[in-house]
């Protein structure tokens, strides 16, 4: 280890950040955060700084520093990029005892300044010794996108117990385990998913049965959306809450791949359906859903998709509520937008559709029972779940209604998956077209003139990956760019 990671208060002391431009501002801009009173030198400041110069704490100067001016810090940035400037700077702090850092010169600091993941009270601090600053930013980027944002604040909350606990929990194990418990367990869960009373509840209750040495079984259910199939579409929360789970209830819409991202050792049960064939019906998994909870399990039912578009969530909720069994509903990309986005076709775009509407082509009965009124506006793009084995009586009824057969469609087989096809066509041939494809489903269908920009804009699926596209022009669009330092 080349330097000693430790955290510094310096709340109320002085900070001294020589220089003028971006990497001052910056330097000056984090003591101000952590409680310093700072104070910057440069005869020429950017309007960055300029604009920071009203900020409490901070006071600008423009001209040089000298060796007064560094009497009585407690910490030293050099950020002017000027060599003879620097090395003054350097000097003055060394015969003060002051802790230097002099921006990209290694040999002039006493201290690296980190790349922070900030979810006060909590900080992760990630430095590679100046050796390689762009590792540390992308490992920032990383551990940013999987720590919740509310994590900080679930510190706080947890902390407002910490003598509680020290009192009634004695033994110094016991009580490791019970904030582990704590953290990982319930009230965590219900503190992060924004449930705050309901967090300070359970850990009352909590401390409770470890008085009296009796503890009950806690199950809770969460409704996660996996998205259309692209494990990268999940959220961040969806990925959290799948490390939890006990037992995990998946459908034929969740493919291997985010089934591999579940907690390994977690029990998994299929409750998947095709048409006309069903493993379970939905009153069975409802009630399975139930029972597992009240055995204590955190259970975990997958969805492809998302649970309140057309997944029957509301359905599975209203079980769950009625039975006193606590529930989160995680969001997840919807298959209109996933597979859509995927195949290249926008939904709305102002010279073709001003709206979009969302249907099933599969009633509660399975038939097909839909408000034709609605669907046959112009100006819109109609956008259909479960419509594959349909599709022929859909097109049917578009032609009864007057559409014009002429009119663009799409059925997108696998959307987000390495396995994806889109057949292209039109209301009078897409059954046909679907036919010859020999599609299997899962399918989305989507109707309306946005279909034939896919071909304007010459997307194409190409082997190794549903969403390796190629747009006519040479430049890579900025959303297919992965760029981990922004």
Not at 281 to 299: F, H, P, Y
Request: aromatic fraction near 6%.
């Amino acid at each position: 280890m080349d330097y000693l990671p430790i955290f510094l208060d310096i709340k109320g002391r002085k900070v001294l950040v020589d220089g003028g431009g971006t990497v001052a501002a910056r330097r000056a801009e984090r003591a101000l955060s952590a409680g310093a009173k700072v104070i910057v030198f440069d005869p020429c400041p950017s309007d960055d700084l300029k604009r920071m110069a009203n900020l409490s704490g901070l006071t600008l100067y423009q001209r040089l520093p000298d060796a007064e001016d560094v009497a009585g810090c407690t910490v030293v940035y050099g950020a002017s990029e000027n060599h003879q400037r620097e090395e003054r700077l350097f000097n003055w702090a060394r015969d003060n005892g002051i802790l230097c850092n002099i921006a990209d010169v290694t040999d002039k600091c006493d201290f690296i300044t980190p790349s922070i993941v900030d979810r006060s009270p909590i900080v992760i601090a990630i430095s590679t010794a100046g050796t390689a600053p762009v590792i540390a930013r992308i490992l920032r980027a990383r551990i940013e996108a999987t720590l919740p944002a509310s994590f900080g604040r679930l510190a706080e909350f947890a902390g407002k117990f910490r003598a509680r606990i020290a009192k009634v929990v004695l033994d110094a194990r016991e009580r490791r385990h019970f904030w582990e418990r704590m953290i990982d367990g319930p009230a965590g869960d219900f503190f992060l998913a924004g449930a705050e009373e309901r967090a300070h509840d359970q850990v009352v209750q909590d401390l409770k049965d470890q008085v009296s040495g009796t503890t009950s079984p806690t199950g809770e259910v969460y409704l996660v959306g996996a998205g259309p199939g692209d494990p990268d579409l999940l959220t961040f929360r969806a990925l959290r809450l799948m490390q939890r789970a006990d037992v995990i209830l998946y459908d034929r819409l969740v493919g291997d791949e985010i089934l591999s991202l579940v907690r390994r050792d977690a029990e998994r049960i299929y409750v998947g359906k095709l048409p006309e064939e069903h493993t379970m019906t939905q009153k069975d998994i409802s009630e399975l859903m139930v029972r597992l909870a009240k055995e204590g399990n955190r259970v975990l039912r997958l969805k492809g998709g998302d649970p309140f578009i057309f997944g029957r969530g509301g359905e599975e909720i209203e079980t769950l509520a009625e039975n006193g069994i606590g529930f989160q509903v995680v969001p997840g990309i919807t298959a209109a937008a996933g597979c859509s986005t995927y195949a290249g076709i926008p939904l709305t775009h102002r010279d073709h559709a001003q709206s979009c509407t969302f249907i099933t082509a599969h009633g509660k009965d399975g038939c097909l029972d839909l408000d034709w009124d609605i669907l046959v506006r112009k100006a819109q793009t109609i956008a259909v779940y479960m419509g594959l084995s349909n599709l022929p009586k859909l097109a049917e009824g578009f032609c009864t209604h007057g559409v014009d057969m002429a009119t663009p469609a799409a059925v997108i087989e696998n959307g987000t998956r390495k396995n994806q096809i889109v057949v292209i066509g039109t209301l009078g041939d897409i059954a046909d077209r679907v036919r010859e494809a020999e599609l299997k489903g899962p399918a989305m269908i989507v109707i309306g003139t946005v279909v034939s920009l896919r071909e304007k804009l010459n997307w194409k699926d190409q082997q190794g990956g549903a969403h390796a596209m190629s747009l006519s022009s040479s430049a890579t669009p900025d959303f297919l760019v992965a760029d981990e330092g922004r």
